[in-house]
């Protein structure tokens, strides 16, 4: 019925109706993509130089986080990826809605911040292991803060990769763990500048 009323419109109003269906199908896909699979994030502050810069865009990977919502499960993520996750302070520091940090320590573990150097406590590593010397990421140091914690179930803990005095508003100073179900996703590539496009997954 339909395909012959399209038939009997003019061939002009037909052009017309497939483009718009054409447009309407890509702006769908262009949201269910973004909704559950891939989003573009536009960096702002000092946080994570020499990493990223204020008004770099990266490419934000959230097919972990929407496989983890459909089984149910806590997504919970590598250490020394890139996070980009809801901010918990909104209503009370910050207009952002979404904050991008690197992560260091994972559930259960213990972490410990002591003569700006980071320590990291768990079954496998029960003397400690030095997340930095062993991701081999490009730090802006010393690593400011002292504190020891154990840090939750189902949350991690996130740092800047700039460490020096308070450039970082993170883990260490006011933001707390991270709960996993407030991660947006995985931080994969740095898309602009075009003269930096860089992979930034692990």
Known sequence: M?????????????????????AAGGL???????TFAFRFYKVIGPSMQPTLATNDIVLINKIGVT???????????????????????ISEQTNEDFLIKRVIGLPGERIVIQDTQVTIYNTQYPDGLNPDESLQHTLVLPTAGTLDRTIPQNE??????????EY???????????????????????????????????
């Open 2 to 22: 339909l395909k012959g009323f399209l038939h009997r419109l003019p061939r002009s109003m037909r052009l017309l109706l497939e483009i718009l269906g054409i």
């Open 28 to 34: 769908l896909l262009a949201l269910l993509l973004n």
């Open 67 to 89: 496989s983890s919502h459909l089984t149910r499960t806590s997504f919970i993520p590598e250490r020394g990826q890139i996070v980009v996750f809801r901010n918990p302070l």
């Open 156 to 165: 991690i803990f996130v740092m800047g990769d700039n460490r020096v005095g």
């Open 168 to 202: 970082s508003h993170d883990s260490r100073n006011g933001l707390s763990t991270i709960r996993t179900q407030d991660i947006e996703g995985i931080a994969t590539m740095r898309l602009f500048p075009f003269t930096r496009i860089t992979l930034l997954q692990q």
